[in-house]
């Protein structure tokens, strides 16, 4: 797998160039087009555990795990055998099922902000549920987000937004109405004076403060002992709320989220990516006397054709059971840190200047020498050097984000032996940048 010889890319080339002229950039998802690492991406053709196959036969050591769910690995035996099941009887409802008690049943039991939930189909729909929410809860239409935190892509989120836009060089997105983003007001990451001054400056206007209580859309960016307490105490005293977006997060760090993690609990949490255990799914939750205000229990209208989809319950019914498994984030938490400690440790050996870190089965790393505490010091990156990483591992038969600003993730599935492998390549990549 070491060897580059035989790579070869044919089938891919053909497929994307086809794609090309049937979908705007040939994908479905901008980052999928590798615009910011260069080159062309794969075509994949499928996936188990901790690989990928694409449509040449090539097979690659996968640390994008679909952007999170594939925490178990991909086509986990669990998994395909319940949806095997749950297929028979068949894809959609409209109504509702026992599969989305079951579920939420877990989600409430394992995070601690959550007392009732609501199921949609992505993260993105989430955040913006959720944003409505604070709103009709508060009576207020401020919002405080972070810049290089993303919240999925509906108009008031697409301020400062991370990985996605920064990739393409976007400030901000044409399409997206001034009036629509006037009151997103934003502050650099693990700064609470740049907070305070926002709340001092819009007194009782400020619905809340959201944000990713660890940082995956700009890089991997863990946030500062006493950022997230202190934004709790801000919130509260400012009778504001404060909702973790734990779409990358959730079920990911910890089994109950960063808010597990680090013991600060927010009022409302949005979810996504591994409670869908690989289908469409989103989730946002919280307190009881602000989740009563959605419709039809209140007034807040929010609702889906597909949501709490049989399918995608079950996927993440049995997700979730795998990872209940003790020691399951120990186990992601050690490959994880292998991994990292061991790209920074070559990364340093073969002269490159290097920051970076990881949290149970999340990591990233910067080819900048500073310390990473926000989305501007994460722009420090060489991101033309993480390019040449970045193609230089995929002929390797390593599948890393093909982004500078993106997260990566490990799985279950991935071994030790996995593991020496990538840095056995990395070592290659590292000495020819
Ligand atoms: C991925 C992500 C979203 C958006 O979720 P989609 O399912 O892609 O719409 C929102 N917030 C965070 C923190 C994410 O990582």
Redesign the pocket.
């Known amino acids: 797998m070491v060897s580059t010889t035989s790579f070869t890319t044919t089938k891919s080339e053909e497929i994307f160039t086809a794609a090309q002229k049937l979908m705007p950039g040939g994908v479905s998802?901008p980052v999928r087009a590798f615009k910011s690492v260069g080159g062309q991406p794969i075509v994949f053709d499928h996936v188990k555990g901790a690989y990928i196959w694409d449509v040449d036969g090539n097979e690659y050591i996968d640390y994008v795990g679909t952007?999170?769910p594939a925490i178990c690995g991909h086509a986990h035996p669990n998994v395909i055998a319940a949806l095997h099941e749950a297929l028979e009887k068949g894809t959609s409802f409209g109504a509702p099922s026992l599969q989305e008690n079951l579920l939420a049943q877990m989600v409430i039991d394992a995070v601690p902000s959550i007392e009732m939930v609501r199921f949609v189909n992505?993260?993105?729909?989430?955040?913006m549920s959720v944003l409505r929410l604070m709103r009709a809860f508060t009576n207020r239409e401020k919002i405080i987000k972070f810049e290089g935190?993303?919240?999925?892509?509906a108009d008031m989120f697409l301020v400062k937004a991370g990985s996605g836009v920064a990739t393409l060089g976007l400030p901000d997105s044409p399409g997206v109405p001034k009036t629509t983003t006037s009151n997103t007001l934003t502050a650099p990451y693990n700064d609470l004076e740049a907070v305070k001054a926002l709340f001092e400056e819009n007194p009782d206007q400020i619905a809340g403060v959201i944000l990713?209580p660890v940082v995956?859309?700009a890089g991997f960016i863990p946030p500062d002992a006493g950022f997230l307490e202190g934004l709790r105490e801000i919130t509260k005293e400012h009778k504001a709320l404060l909702v973790f977006?734990?779409?990358?997060?959730g079920f990911r760090i910890a089994y109950g989220g960063a808010q597990e993690k680090f013991g600060v609990t927010p009022d409302l949490t949005?979810l996504?990516?591994v409670i869908g255990g690989g289908l469409?799914v989103?989730a946002y939750g919280g307190r009881k006397d602000i989740m009563a205000l959605v419709a039809p229990s209140g007034p807040m209208y929010q609702a889906g054709t597909l949501s709490g989809n049989p399918l995608a319950m079950t996927a993440g019914i049995k997700t979730l059971e795998l990872l209940q498994k003790p020691g399951t984030y120990d186990y992601l938490d050690r490959v994880t840190k292998k991994l990292t400690q061991g790209l920074l440790s070559l990364a340093k050996e073969a002269g490159h200047a290097v920051y970076g870190g990881s949290i149970s089965g999340m990591f990233g790393f910067f080819f900048t020498g500073e310390t990473v505490h926000n989305y501007e010091d994460a722009k420090k990156s060489d991101v033309a050097k993480f390019g040449r990483f970045h193609r230089g591992m995929l002929e390797r038969g390593v599948y890393l984000a093909p982004s500078q600003f993106e997260a990566g993730f490990t799985s279950l599935a991935h071994t030790d032996e996995d593991i020496d492998k990538t840095l056995e390549a990395a070592k290659e990549v590292f000495s020819s940048l």
């Open positions: 998802s952007w999170g992505s993260g993105t729909e989430a955040c935190c993303y919240h999925g892509h990713e995956g859309n977006d734990e779409v990358m997060t949005t996504g990516k469409p989103g």
